[in-house]
């Protein structure tokens, strides 16, 4: 059993920053692909980022691109997701998920386990 804990998120204005950070239990940590999910009040949940058990491959849905990076220290058990330049559309709980495998999905339902999540309200 994996166990994900978010932490990092806040109120915050447009353009400002913020780091969330997901520590996760277990000894596969290397091994699995996890990804950064959001969802928005009345909206669905949808994939902002993923990465590889190594971090060698990562992806960013379209509107976080070049704001947003993720990363992985696998030494502490630790995920990561930068946040520039935030917009109020990036409002939304945040959640981390892990993945029973080394390579990441965009599909949710690929994920196998998840933290209870962080609110991140971007607003002026």
């Known amino acids: 059993q994996v166990q994900l804990a978010e932490s990092g998120g806040g109120l915050v204005q447009p353009g400002g920053s913020l780091r969330l950070s997901c520590v996760a239990s277990?000894?596969?940590?290397?091994?699995?692909?996890m990804a950064w999910f959001r969802q928005a009040p009345g909206k669905e949940r949808e994939i902002v980022a993923q990465i590889s058990g190594g971090g060698g491959s990562t992806y960013y849905t379209t509107s976080v691109r070049g704001r947003f990076m993720i990363s992985r220290d696998n030494a502490k058990n630790t995920l990561y997701l930068q946040m520039n330049n935030l917009k109020p559309e990036d409002t939304a709980v945040y959640y981390c998920?892990?993945?029973?495998?080394?390579?990441?999905?965009?599909?949710?339902?690929?994920?196998?386990?998840w933290g209870q999540g962080t609110q991140v309200t971007v607003s002026s």
């Open positions: 277990g000894r596969t940590f290397s091994t699995s692909a």
């Open positions: 998920a892990s993945r029973r495998d080394y390579s990441g999905s965009i599909d949710s339902r690929s994920y196998d386990y």
